[in-house]
């Protein structure tokens, strides 16, 4: 089966840190690009940070320096895309999502909010 999952979210204090991880089920996802996005209350979607399958990365300046993309091999048809995250802020209160295949895949998003 083909899907995405996240998982990783929750409520921190200012300055802290979370780690979101993507289960990517499905061996097509190796050959495109993987993004976290994120949606805060009220706002349009927004891309944070991008890897393609070469492992090239980007990332929204507003993370950049604090957010971290990577992944890792979990066996024969699927891998896990993780979004490191130091240093939150209250703006980056959202809900994220995994996004991936080409842009046709996209997880059912981890809430993460940062408050004191």
């Known amino acids: 089966q083909v899907q995405l999952v996240e998982s990783g979210g929750g409520l921190v204090q200012p300055g802290g840190s979370l780690r979101l991880s993507c289960a990517a089920s499905g061996n097509m996802f190796r050959f495109y690009a993987m993004s976290w996005y994120r949606q805060a209350l009220g706002k349009q979607r927004e891309l944070v940070a991008s890897?393609?399958?070469?492992?090239?990365?980007?990332?929204?300046d507003s993370v950049k320096g604090r957010f971290t993309i990577s992944s890792d091999n979990t066996g024969n048809t699927g891998f896990t895309v993780h979004l490191q995250m130091n240093k939150l802020k209250p703006e980056d209160t959202a809900v994220y999502y995994c996004?991936?295949?080409?842009?046709?895949?996209w997880g059912q998003g981890t809430q993460v909010t940062v408050s004191s």
């Open positions: 890897m393609t399958s070469g492992g090239h990365t980007v990332y929204a």
């Open positions: 996004n991936g295949g080409g842009g046709s895949y």
